[in-house]
């Protein structure tokens, strides 16, 4: 069965730099989630997407933005990084009548 | 907001003895309680999820039972093999319009012993 999918799996950014997360979700899912893991930490809610209209908001930075666009698919803008921002981002996809999330593989992000 | 505890951090167990994992969460209005399992380096897998409308649920040898007065929720898994080593998340939400953000526990590190 298709998963949700990200890109890139690994991304290398300097201090002050701006990085673009991609996901797109299992065919037919409407609503996209993006959480943040840290080592060793447990998955961190940013924000979530319903329909292209910001639906929940977690602890996102202001330096953070993220999008749905009409495929579904959603972006994540991450800008001034910063060190403390390297860790796994994970995008999760459900259907809208349910709430079962559906985790991709992650993107890592390393800041130096 | 909500907060979900989970314990132990770290269980060992022998191969083929069960293993319990136990959150509590602090919203009443929580009523949606996932299970993950996370292995080295990949996104959290879905292994159960229960409703506050249930009481217990049971896919072969994994259960998740629920007490909605005490706001407290377990994972069981029965005859554990090596393959079910790895972090354990229990996670909760309200569920209220469909899309909203899972509240993690901090995982427990199940280490299944040969």
């Known amino acids: 069965a298709a998963g949700v999918i990200q890109s890139p799996r690994h991304l290398i950014k300097e201090k002050r730099e701006t990085a673009t997360l991609k996901c797109y979700p299992i065919?037919?899912?409407?609503?996209v989630y993006w959480y943040q893991q840290g080592p060793g930490q447990d998955p961190q809610f940013l924000i979530s997407?319903?329909?292209?209209?910001?639906?929940d908001k977690g602890s996102i930075p202001d330096r953070f933005s993220a999008q749905q666009f009409s495929d579904y698919h959603s972006e994540l803008n991450m800008s001034s990084l910063e060190l403390g921002d390297s860790a796994l981002y994970f995008c999760?996809?459900?259907?809208?009548?349910?709430?079962?999330?559906?985790f991709g593989p992650g993107t890592r992000l390393l800041v130096l | 907001g909500e907060n979900v505890e989970q314990h132990p951090s770290t269980l060992s167990v022998q191969e083929g003895d069960s293993a319990v994992i136990k959150c509590t969460y602090s919203?009443?209005?929580?009523?949606?309680f996932p299970w993950y399992k996370q292995e080295l380096g990949k996104g959290p897998q879905l292994i159960i999820d229960?409703?506050?409308?249930?009481g217990e649920k049971k896919d072969q040898r994994i259960a998740v039972t629920l007490n909605k007065t005490a706001k407290h929720f377990s994972l069981h898994i029965t005859e554990t093999q090596p393959e079910d080593s790895a972090v354990y998340f229990c996670?909760?939400?309200?569920?209220?319009?469909?899309?909203?953000?899972?509240?993690f526990g901090k995982g427990t590190h199940l280490i299944i012993q040969p």
């Open positions: 919203d009443s209005a929580s009523n949606y």
């Open positions: 997407f319903y329909e292209k209209m910001q639906s």
């Open positions: 065919p037919r899912h409407d609503t």
């Open positions: 996670a909760a939400s309200t569920g209220r319009g469909g899309a909203d953000g899972l509240t």
């Open positions: 229960i409703r506050s409308n249930v």
């Open positions: 999760a996809s459900s259907l809208i009548t349910q709430e079962t999330q559906y």
